[in-house]
Each structure stands twice: as C-alpha cells, then as structure tokens.
C-alpha cells in the first residue's frame, strides 16, 4: 500500500484487498476483512477504517505476504497506516485553556487535541531538556514545577507550535510528535495497539498449527517479522526444517537477541534422567502447566527443539490458557474470581546450572488494571505444599482449581501433535500451557529436546526493529 510515498507490505487472511478510497466505502471495507483479524472495538475501528480509506491513492492496495498468520493481524497494518496518516495532519489554530494550563490544537480535518501544559513542559524536546542520541529525557524532575502555566503559545508553522514559559525557556513541537501522543482514548487505544499488539486469536482443538521453516526465519525479515507478529497473536509457531543436534536454539537466541538464563541453564535437555531434578525429565506424563511460575518474572516465550522422537507415545499438547479463562469467567465468575486473586506458593529447590532454593507467590489467573488476563502461572508440580490462605478458602480455591483443570483438559480446548526430529515448537509461556503424553521408558535415550526460553521484551525489541524495516521497505 503507498501512503505519502511509503509502500507498504501487509496480510490479511491470504486475500489482498484495495484500499482506494474512490472505489471502497467504509462497510465494504469492514466487511472484507476478517472479524478475527480485527478485534476492536466498532467506534474505533470506524475511525480507523476512515483514516485508511482516506489514503485516496490510486490503486493502492494491501498486498498479503502470506497465509491466515502472515504478520499477525491485519488491525496492526491499519492501526500503522492511521498513525501515518494522522502525522500528516497540518495545525489551523493553538491556544491556551484552563488559565494556561491546557494547550489546544485544532488540526486541519476538524478535530482537536489537549495537551497538560506540565506534561508538555515535562517533554520538552530542546537539546537542553532532551538528549537525541539517547531517546531519553535530561530534564530533572526535581527542576519540574507541576503547577506550571504557560506564558505565551503560538502557531510556529503549519506544523509545529512554540510555548514560552513563565522562566523564558521556549520549547518547540512538532505536528507529527504532538498528534501522535493526543490524549484522547482513541488515540491512546491506537498507540497502545501500535506498540504492544495486545490482539490475540483464541483456539481450541481447532487449532491450524502456524509453520514456518526454521532456516527461512533465520535469513529473511520478513519471515521473521511474520514468525515473531504470529506468535504474539496466536502463541504458538511450529518451526520445521532445524538440524538435528544441540545447538540451534542458541542461533534462534542470536536472531532475537539473546536467550534468558535459568537456574536449568542457557538451554537444558528434555530427556529421560536418572535421579531427575524437573518432572520434565522422566518419561511420565505431563499435565497441563506454564514454566517456571516460581520465578516472580517467568518467562515470556518457551522453545522447545525435537532432536530425538521416540516411536511410542510422547505426543505434546497444548492449550490456549487466555480462551480457557475468559471460558471460566463466564461458566463461573467465582471461581474465576478466586483464582485471579489467590496467591498460590510456588516452590522448586535443587541443583543444575547452579544449586537452587527458588520460593514465590503468584496468582493462577494473572490479570492487568483492565481487568483483562496478562499471564497463567500454574504448574501443578511445583505449586508448594504451603498455602499461605485461611483454612476456610482453602476447599473453596481447590474448586475453582478443579474447574479450571478441567477446562484446560476438555476435548473442546486441547491441541494434541508430535513434534518430529528438526521442529522447533515457539511458543508464549505466559498464554500457552503445554504438556506430553507419557512414552515407555527405555535402556537408551529414546526422546530428545533441547529447551530454551527467552523474554517478551527481548521478543518485542526485535519485532518492533523488523517492523520498521519490513514496512518501510519499497
């Protein structure tokens, strides 16, 4: 799609789809994308289709890289091209409110922005306040007067205003810098799809399992950009095609960044063990759980790299955690209630990369400000046979576990499939709860996995620089 002269690459369900505002009008566009690949709500996403439809290119289009999964969603490519847009917007007119602690600016298609003055103040963008090379603040916030009024404000340039303050200092803002951080809810609603991509397509049994080959994603941005979007919205990849030996998770580790350490080490190996420290190293079966609930920061994303698969038995299996609890809230908001506000008692004691005592408190059910479900921390293996709740709760909490169990393992909701020497499974460790059917167990090492994990803000860094590399190529 060429916007402002930037051509732009972006999928949708494997169908592309014009974006000339002559020839689609607002619900034709609505209705040829896919509800599942924009998931917002319908007065923002109205705004959002207006601001794309009103590209006006000709034979502009949204190209598709791919199949169902290609870079995510959809919704991120029209969230992007509205931020684009929206930063074309020329200033008619700024003034002063609130006894100049208010800035106004009415833009050019009619709507209007209000900026605090001690925010403005705060993000003054001279060299004096702000240090380009670092992205980061020098203003103190001990020199910041909380209570500050403007001076003077003025139209600098059709995009840009200048503000003077009570001291003389003049700060100077851009059209582009300023639309993009309007305080409105649709605006913010926007950012915050923009940089964090919190969309997610929810699964069950009938899951398509995302593949992508291993060496493909490795080499080419845009198929890691698509892995890396895929597996923020869906929370599982399957990587095919790896080399059958220790080793390449330490080279995914590099394409990302850098993998995270662990008391099991930089990577460990699923195996079965004599003496075994860790439930994952026999050959019994695994129940449903997220790793390392005992860390107070688990972490984000969890690979695991078949070198080795016995002939019987072993089959992995997976579960949308964020579908089964949004399930639960409406089956029993109870027990859902309970466990999103009990603190469990983690515990795992040991020796591997180092010798270990790890204690920690984490709710089953995590969830933000919002009210929306941010991370699962269960692991039955490891939950602590001390339970800091009055004995009262305690019948009650175990309930509302049972329940939940029971969900996560029904038909409807679990995904059963058997990772083959050379996949890669990547998947998000604080959504995705995962176990193994059992497998017989044998003399010789018959089922070999090497794991890794890394965190989500290493896995978000690196999306967000292939982002701007992928959509900003011609």
Not at 407 to 424: C, Q, R, V
Request: aromatic residues 10%; hydrophobic residues 35%.
């Amino acid at each position: 799609m060429h916007i402002c002269g930037f051509a732009c690459k972006v999928t949708a369900s494997n169908k592309c789809f014009p974006a000339d505002a002559g020839t689609l009008e607002y619900e034709e566009l609505h209705d040829r994308i896919p509800s599942d690949d924009f998931n917002i709500e319908p007065k923002r996403w109205r705004s959002v289709a207006h601001a794309l439809l009103r590209t006006g290119v000709p034979g502009g289009r949204v190209c598709c890289l791919g199949g169902s999964h290609s870079l995510g969603a959809f919704s991120l490519a029209v969230l992007h091209t509205t931020q684009q847009l929206s930063m074309g917007l020329g200033i008619l007119k700024v003034e002063a409110l609130d006894e100049g602690h208010l800035v106004c600016v009415k833009w050019e298609d009619g709507s209007e922005s209000s900026y605090p003055c001690v925010w403005l103040r705060d993000n003054c963008q001279c060299p004096q306040c702000f240090l380009p090379s670092a992205g980061a603040r020098r203003l103190l916030f001990e020199d910041l007067d909380v209570n500050i009024v403007l001076k003077k404000v003025a139209l600098a340039a059709p995009r840009k205003i200048s503000i003077t303050w009570p001291d003389e200092h003049t700060s100077e803002y851009e059209a582009e810098w300023l639309k993009k951080r309007c305080f409105s809810e649709e605006a913010r609603a926007v950012m915050r799809a923009d940089l964090f991509l919190p969309e997610h397509q929810y699964w069950g049994s009938d899951l398509q399992l995302p593949k992508m080959p291993f060496e493909e994603i490795m080499y080419n941005d845009e198929s890691a950009y698509k892995w890396l979007c895929t597996l923020k919205k869906v929370g599982i990849v399957l990587l095919t095609g790896a080399a059958t030996r220790q080793g390449e998770l330490n080279r995914l580790g590099h394409r990302i960044g850098f993998l995270r350490l662990t008391f099991y080490g930089p990577t460990w190996q699923v195996q079965d063990k004599a003496d075994a420290n860790n439930v994952a190293y026999t050959t019994g079966r695994l129940c449903f759980h997220t790793d390392y609930p005992v860390l107070q920061h688990p972490p984000g994303v969890q690979f695991l790299h078949c070198i080795k698969q016995t002939s019987a038995g072993g089959e992995s299996e997976v579960v949308d955690g964020f579908h089964v609890s949004n399930k639960l809230k409406k089956q029993n908001p109870e027990a859902y209630q309970i466990l999103s506000s009990t603190a469990v008692d983690y515990v795992d004691v040991g020796v591997d990369y180092c010798d270990f005592a790890v204690h920690c408190k984490q709710r089953i059910i995590d969830i933000d400000s919002r009210g929306q479900v941010i991370r699962i921390n269960y692991n039955n293996a490891t939950r602590d046979t001390v339970f800091d709740i009055p004995a009262e709760k305690v019948r009650s909490f175990y309930a509302a576990l049972k329940e939940f169990n029971d969900l996560l393992n029904s038909a409807e909701h679990k995904f059963t499939y058997k990772l083959k020497p050379g996949d890669i499974v990547t998947f998000d460790n604080w959504r995705v709860l995962h176990g193994r059917q059992s497998y017989p167990s044998c003399s010789e090492v018959t089922r070999h996995l090497e794991g890794a994990y890394a965190d989500w803000d290493v896995v978000m860094s690196r999306l967000r620089l292939l982002r701007k590399k992928v959509l900003n190529r011609d």
